[in-house]
């Protein structure tokens, strides 16, 4: 287990559930992060340094007297990428790269990455996908994230590093933003907190894997403490509509809404499920929490956020 | 078919027998690379332009008025990428991802592209290896092409790009430069031819797959004129021992010598061939030169150029 971990990214969405799950199995933790958290004051007994992940210099002070690394940061988003893949490929490709080589000459032997269940498969040809399906990405975000993977797994053919890549679904929970078809529940709740209209895409029936931002922080904390290595497909293993995400939100706020629905989005695949058989066998690892109280926290903390309590 | 057709790389080893491919076809040939052939004056008819595949306003001007791409150019080789892997992305992946955005913007609608049969699987599960074999590169050169290989396909996917890649084991024959375990033909009919001694790394019983350069340009010219797409091995799809190179270099010099035997080194995997199926029946093509008559036709080349006839 690491005495010290530095979280690339920890002032995330994501990035910020780790650091709660390290901070409560008494690690010491470390964040680089380009801003502080959105939501939440500095925690007290993280150590941040805000700066750029692409700064070689930042990244190495950084990197200084920590034995492990958590790397959740991107600078792109899926639905964005492709409008610009050059400063995806500099901004996280090349960053990625100048990270592991840091990592081999300070001795920092251990690394879990976050990746992408949702863009690095491409267009399912099975259901549920393994991590064996092949890689036909249709976003320069999921081309990205496929050779950052290759390149971890050549640092450790070649060079010893132990590294776990975490391909994640649709993470959702509070502290959740609300930006494109990832961050739908959070983009609903919101609306919804704000008064205003919901968007559905199609009819409503494309099927995605949306795991609860805790079950996801847990499988990275578990990685992190592991002897083992490879690559591993991490969500809710089961698939949900967009239809039963919106009934999930009714139940759970209590409120009667009807959605817009729009026209479908052709880069929308109707379906991907991930199997997580494999990361459920090596980390003694399952998400506990389900689809009705994930969206009940995340509802709680989307009021409370909207009109603090007085 | 496409009336003109731009090689980038077309003064380099393959890119010089595509380019003779597609001139004795009738096809018009502009040539963007570096700097002129090694070992030809230029040719009558070839348009020339010299700078960098890397320097978007010389790939604008190149793109001009032609109608099919030929992209056979690389700023690296495998076994010197990992010496800076930030360069082989800068200089690859960059310039190839500008590449395809400048080919849209030019409806310039067919690409073909050589990517490394040697390179992107790591090492083989299987043999012969076919193109679903996984993809876990050793070196950074594999791992860029792999990611090149995604990108075409993405464009293909979402803006109708018409893409062929080919992924070349190892090609061999006249105007072969002499770097490293890929030129190991080459490498040893100039060394005999110059009086030095030849080496081989471990027993000599490392098998690859070795093309006649020729029959390389042949079926590159034959994805240019065809309406297939995807991706293809093109290679002999026959295994050769290095100690069986070191016999048809005996016969066809007629020379005795004897090589001196070195350590193995690490990143030689012992065995990789690929399965040609698949190129052989789509492009109705096949390798035809053997490699006893491929070493011969390598060997009277390095004597012309060693002694020139007086």
């Known amino acids: 287990m690491p005495k010290k971990v530095l979280v690339i990214g920890g ?4 990035g910020s559930h780790i650091v709660d799950g390290l901070l409560a199995a008494g690690t010491a933790v470390r964040v680089l992060d380009r801003r502080p958290e959105a939501f939440r004051e500095p925690l007290p007994g993280v150590e941040y340094i805000f700066g750029d992940f692409s700064d070689p210099f930042q990244l190495l002070e950084s990197l200084e007297g920590v034995d492990a690394v958590m790397h959740c940061a991107s600078t792109t988003v899926p639905s964005t990428s492709n409008i610009d893949p050059v400063a995806d490929i500099s901004g996280n490709l090349i960053s990625s790269v100048r990270l592991l080589k840091l990592l081999r000459q300070m001795n920092i032997g251990k690394l879990v990455y976050l990746s992408s269940g949702g863009t690095v ?4 040809q ?10 036909n990405p249709i976003s320069s975000y999921g081309i990205v994230k496929s050779a ?7 640092e450790q053919e070649l060079h010893g590093l132990s590294a776990v890549v975490l391909r994640a679904s649709n993470p959702y929970g509070p502290r959740q933003g609300h930006t494109g078809i990832q961050g739908i529940i959070g983009t609903y709740l919101w609306k919804l907190a704000r008064g205003e209209d919901l968007e559905v895409w199609g009819d409503g029936t494309v099927v995605r894997d949306f795991i609860y931002v805790k079950d996801m922080a847990d499988i990275c904390v578990a990685a992190l ?3 083992a290595s490879g690559v591993y497909n991490a969500g809710a293993g089961e698939g949900t509509s967009v239809n039963e995400i919106v009934e999930a939100v009714r139940h759970a706020t209590g409120r009667d809404f009807q959605p817009t629905y729009k026209v479908a989005r052709a880069y929308d695949v109707p379906r991907i499920v991930l199997d997580i058989g494999r990361a459920q066998e090596t980390f003694a690892w399952s998400p506990k929490v389900s689809l009705v109280e994930g969206v009940a926290e995340s509802w709680n903390w989307v009021q409370s956020q909207v009109a603090p309590a007085h």
């Open 148 to 154: 950052i993977e290759k390149y971890i797994f050549m």
């Open 121 to 124: 498969y491409g267009v399912p």
């Open 11 to 14: 002032c995330g969405f994501i």
């Open 225 to 227: 403490n592991s002897e």
């Open 126 to 135: 099975a259901d549920p996908v393994s991590e064996d399906h092949p890689q």
